[in-house]
């Protein structure tokens, strides 16, 4: 078994580990939220939008839709998946958009990606820029003060005549702005099995504070983790949907 050997780059296995994700469920919630929220406009970004999946669904429930990304081999394999739709290599704390948009997304917890409480400030600056006056921002987010570090999700999808096991979990000293989305992948073929770990560091805040950092620009909204039905935060859950309604 050799370790740190799987890979150079998790595009080519980026939609392999999120196989188990459902798209259009996640996609579908936040049209209604936009629907409810927002006005009656079809333009759309979708902020760390990797290899396009959400974008595609936005794009058949008839959306102008468009992605940004830091990695151009995820963005290659998005604009494969929608050549309908504009994509750029952009880092989403501080892009800019040629002409203010309906509605901007950010899935599976990547607003985290910010580095540091600044950094996710400036994000914010540039999401409010980039929408119109009466625009919304929807995301994901994780509380702080709610992650149990033994926690973790785990997955098993073949490929060919390959075996691969996905692991992530949260994890979060209890103090500072910092967290680490642990990740582990195992690659098995019938001679061997190899391992690659990583830890990508994230923002850390409470929905507390990020609800003082959105006061300046947004209403703010906020919904249980739940694609299936829209319910208001019961105060006490650790993840949530934010739904931002621009001042």
Known sequence: ?????????????YDLMCVDIDY?????????????????????????????????HFIDFGYQSSGLDINQPMLDIATTRCP???????????????????????????????DGIEKLKDCLKSVHSALKSDGIFCFNVVDKNKINNALFVKHTAKQEDNVFSFQSGWHYSGEGEKQA?????????????????????MVAFCF??????LKPYFEVHVFEHDYEKIIPWDQNSGNAIFVCVKL
Request: aromatic share 8%; proline share 3%.
């Open 1 to 13: 078994m050799s370790a740190n050997a799987l890979y150079t780059d998790l595009s080519g296995y």
């Open 24 to 56: 259009h469920a996640q996609s579908h919630c936040i049209r209604r939220l936009h629907q409810i929220f927002g006005n009656d406009g079809n333009t759309h970004l979708d902020l760390a939008c990797g290899t396009g999946p959400h974008v595609r």
């Open 84 to 114: 309908e739709a504009q994509f750029s290599l952009q880092n989403m704390s501080e892009f800019k958009m040629a002409e203010p948009l309906d509605l901007i997304t950010c899935f599976l917890y990547s607003i985290h990606y910010s």
């Open 181 to 201: 989305l642990k990740l582990s992948i195992e690659k098995t073929t019938a001679e061997e099995t190899q391992i690659w770990n990583d830890e990508h560091p």
């Open 208 to 213: 507390n504070e990020l609800k003082e950092i």
